[in-house]
C-alpha cells in the first residue's frame, strides 16, 4: 500500500487554492524555455511549489526543460522546507542531490526506501490471510508461507527488505518477546498485486536441549507457524537496503540461497516474471541456485519450475540436494559443490558492471562460495578477496546470512 509521497499520485482532494509540490530530475535551465525562477541545478533533484490551477502548464514546462517528475504531493503534506529545500519524509531515505546514485530496486520511476515506517512501541497491527505448508511428505521440519494484511495502514516496502513480528505473550520474565525479522517473500504489490498484503517464508525452529534433552521450540517461528486465518499480528519496519534489486533491468541477478534465504529471492523471481508490470520489464538473467536436505524441501518448488519452463532464456534453475545428490567427489552436495562446478561461468559473469550476486541462508555456506569463485579468478591470475571487496564496494555482492 502506497502513501502519495510514495506512489508520486496526487490525492483526489484538490481545490484551485492549493499547492502541490513537484520533485523534478534532470532540469536544465535557459532563459528561452523557463520563465518562472525557480532554483534548478544539473543533477539531483529539485522540489517546484506549483499551485493547482497551473499544473499542467508547469508539467508541459519541465518537459520542455528535459525534467522528469518523479514524485507530486500536496504541499500540506510535504516534509518541513528549510532555505528553500524539502527534507525527505520521516521514515524514508533518500538520495541528496548531487551525489551518485545508487542501484535501487524500482526501475522506470523514482522510489524511495521505505524504513520503520513501524517501530516496535507503535507497531502495525496486521491479520493473517492464509498460512501454507511449503514442506511435502518425506521432508524435513515445518516451514509455513503465511500471507498477512496491511490494507488498513502506511506499512509498504521493497523487494528484498524485511518485517519484524513481535509474537504474543510474554517471556519467563513476563516481558514481551522481542522482535524477530524475517525477509520479506511477496514482491511490493504482495501475492495479490493489490498492494494490501505482506508475506513471509518462515521455518519452525526446534531442537533438544543440551541441558535437558528436551524438544525445545522457537518462540516466534512458533507463533507464526502456528497462525491461524483472522489472526492479529504486530508488524514493524519494513528495515533493510542491503538486498535490494538493481534498476537495471538488462541486469544478470545471481541468487544462492538455503533453506528460507529463498524467501527475498521469490520476491525478485516474482517481480521479474509474474507481475506483468508496465514499469519494469526484466530481460537479463536470474540464476538461482538453491539448496536443501531432500526434494520435498525444495521450497515453493513448483511455482520455481514453472518459471524455468516459462522463461528458459532468461531463468536457470538449479539445486542443491544435500541428502540425495553427490557432488565431485563423492561428498554430499551442498550449495557451495554448485558454485564450484559452475565457478568459471559464474567468473565470466560477475565481470560485467550490470551483474549483481546476493546470498541469503546459513552463515556457513560463505566459505565454499568463496573457494569455488577463488578457483576461478585464481586462472586469470586475480586474487578473489581483493576482487570480491570492490565488488562489495560498487555494491554488486550482497550478502544476508545467519
Not at 114 to 130: D, E
Not at 159 to 170: A, L, N, R, V, Y
Not at 294 to 321: G, K, M, S, V
Request: one cysteine or more; a neutral charge.
Amino acid at each position: 500500500m502506497y502513501s502519495p509521497s510514495i506512489s508520486g499520485v496526487a490525492t483526489s482532494s484538490i481545490s484551485g487554492s492549493r499547492i502541490f509540490v513537484y520533485e523534478v530530475e534532470g532540469m536544465r535551465q535557459s532563459q528561452a524555455t523557463d520563465e518562472i525562477s525557480h532554483p534548478i541545478r544539473r543533477s539531483g533533484s529539485v522540489f517546484i511549489s506549483v499551485p493547482y490551477d497551473r499544473m499542467n502548464q508547469e508539467m508541459r514546462r519541465i518537459a520542455r526543460m528535459g525534467g522528469k517528475i518523479v514524485s507530486i504531493r500536496p504541499s500540506n503534506a510535504a516534509p518541513e522546507t528549510t532555505n528553500g529545500k524539502v527534507a525527505p519524509e520521516a521514515g524514508l531515505q533518500s538520495q541528496k542531490s548531487g551525489e551518485t546514485t545508487k542501484p535501487m530496486t524500482q526501475a522506470k520511476e523514482k522510489v524511495q526506501v521505505p524504513v520503520n515506517l513501524y517501530k516496535p512501541a507503535n507497531p502495525y497491527i496486521g491479520k493473517c490471510i492464509s498460512t501454507e505448508e511449503l514442506v511435502r511428505e518425506g521432508g524435513e521440519g515445518t516451514v509455513r508461507h503465511v500471507k498477512f494484511d496491511i490494507s488498513g495502514g502506511n506499512l509498504h516496502y521493497l523487494e528484498g527488505q524485511s518485517i519484524g513480528i513481535i509474537p504474543d505473550g510474554t517471556d519467563k520474565n513476563g516481558k514481551p518477546h522481542k522482535i524477530r525479522l524475517y525477509s520479506i517473500a511477496s514482491t511490493r504489490h504482495g501475492d495479490n498485486l493489490d498492494d494490501k498484503t505482506v508475506s513471509v517464508c518462515v521455518r519452525r525452529l526446534e531442537y533438544k536441549s543440551p541441558e535437558t534433552g528436551e524438544q525445545v521450540f522457537g518462540v516466534c517461528s512458533t507463533f507464526i507457524t502456528g497462525l491461524e486465518p483472522g489472526a492479529d499480528v504486530k508488524i514493524t519496519g519494513p528495515v533493510g537496503k542491503e538486498m535490494l534489486l538493481p534498476d537495471d533491468e538488462e541486469a544478470t541477478v545471481i541468487m544462492m540461497a538455503t533453506g528460507t534465504g529463498i524467501a527475498p529471492f521469490r520476491a525478485y523471481l516474482w517481480r521479474m516474471f509474474k507481475e506483468n508490470n508496465p514499469d519494469y520489464k526484466f530481460k537479463g538473467l536470474a540464476w538461482l541456485f538453491f539448496g536443501v536436505a531432500y526434494t520435498p524441501n525444495i521450497l515453493y518448488q513448483e511455482e520455481l519450475e514453472q518459471l524455468q519452463r516459462e522463461f528458459p532464456d532468461n531463468f536457470r534453475l538449479t539445486y542443491a540436494i544435500s541428502r540425495e545428490q553427490k557432488n565431485a567427489d563423492g561428498g554430499k552436495m551442498y550449495i557451495q559443490s554448485r558454485i564450484k562446478e559452475n565457478a568459471d561461468q559464474l567468473w565470466e559473469l560477475v565481470q560485467k558492471p550490470n551483474t549483481h550476486t546476493y546470498i541469503c541462508g546459513l552463515k556457513g555456506m560463505e566459505g565454499g562460495i568463496d573457494e569455488g569463485m577463488s578457483a576461478a579468478s585464481s586462472k586469470h591470475d586475480v586474487d578473489w578477496t581483493a576482487y570480491q571487496k570492490q565488488l562489495k564496494k560498487d555494491g554488486r555482492w550482497h550478502v544476508e546470512t545467519y
